[in-house]
């Protein structure tokens, strides 16, 4: 699996704790892409660094619906055969 590294400019008065910053910006894009349709949820929940679980617990916190596909089945099956 190849990744793209991107830097992002954050001011420093945004109130996020420094030591938690990329953790919550990962989560959040991982979030709002997965919302808008552009990751399938295995790609969402490893940008954001979680468990499946986790993953499907805090889309359920935020109340983002599930979409689950044969795209997102076909995802699962890969990663499952990695394992």
Known sequence: MSF???RVKIPVEV????????RV?????????YEKGFVSLGQA???AGL???D???L???ERIPIHYDEK????????????
């Open 51 to 53: 468990s499946k679980r």
């Open 15 to 22: 109130r996020i704790p420094e030591e938690d910053l990329e």
């Open 4 to 6: 793209v590294e991107v």
């Open 59 to 61: 889309l359920a916190r």
């Open 25 to 33: 910006v990962r989560v959040e894009l991982a979030l709002r892409l």
């Open 72 to 83: 997102d089945l076909e995802e699962d099956v890969k990663v499952l055969r990695e394992l």
């Open 55 to 57: 993953f499907l617990e």
């Open 45 to 47: 929940r490893r940008i």
